[in-house]
Nanobody, 129 residues
Framework: QLQLVESGGGLVQPGGSLRLSCAAS????????IGWFRQAPGKEREGVTC????????HYAASVKGRFTISRDSANGTVYLQMNSLNPDDTAVYYC??????????????????????WGQGTQVTVSS
C-alpha cells in the first residue's frame, strides 16, 4: 500500500516561513512526480507546485511563484515545500500527492489534482497574526 505523510504545518504570522515535508512508506518517491496542493474551506483543491521524478522540472501556481520552492532530498526520500512570505490567503490544508505517470516532468498539467493517484492526509497551515 502506497502511503504519503505530510508534516510541518502549523500557525505562522504573516510574512513568516514554514517548510512542509512529504515522506512515503512502501515505495520510493524518486520514481514519481510529486505535487503539493492546498484546499481552503469552501474552495476547490488547487495545485501549488510539482516536481518531476528526475527533480529537474518544476511548475508553480502564479499565486506562489517566487515565494514557494519545491525540492527533493533523495537520500532521505523526502520532498519539501519551502514557503516564505506567507500571507493569510495561504491558509489551507496542504496535501502532497504522487503521480506515477510523471506528468509534471512534461508540462503544467502536473498541477492538476486529477493527475495524481496517491494522496496524503494533509497538514494544516494557518497564517494569522
Amino acid at each position: 500500500q502506497l502511503q504519503l505523510v505530510e508534516s510541518g504545518g502549523g500557525l505562522v504570522q504573516p510574512g513568516g516561513s514554514l517548510r512542509l515535508s512529504c515522506a512515503a512508506s512502501g515505495f520510493s518517491l524518486d520514481y514519481y512526480a510529486i505535487g503539493w496542493f492546498r484546499q481552503a474551506p469552501g474552495k476547490e483543491r488547487e495545485g501549488v507546485t510539482c516536481i518531476g521524478a528526475s527533480g529537474g522540472r518544476t511548475h508553480y501556481a502564479a499565486s506562489v511563484k517566487g515565494r514557494f520552492t519545491i525540492s527533493r532530498d533523495s537520500a532521505n526520500g523526502t520532498v519539501y515545500l519551502q514557503m516564505n512570505s506567507l500571507n493569510p490567503d495561504d491558509t489551507a490544508v496542504y496535501y502532497c500527492a504522487a503521480d506515477p505517470a510523471n506528468v509534471c516532468a512534461y508540462n503544467s498539467y502536473g498541477l492538476g489534482p486529477r493527475t495524481y493517484d496517491y494522496w496524503g492526509q494533509g497538514t494544516q497551515v494557518t497564517v494569522s497574526s
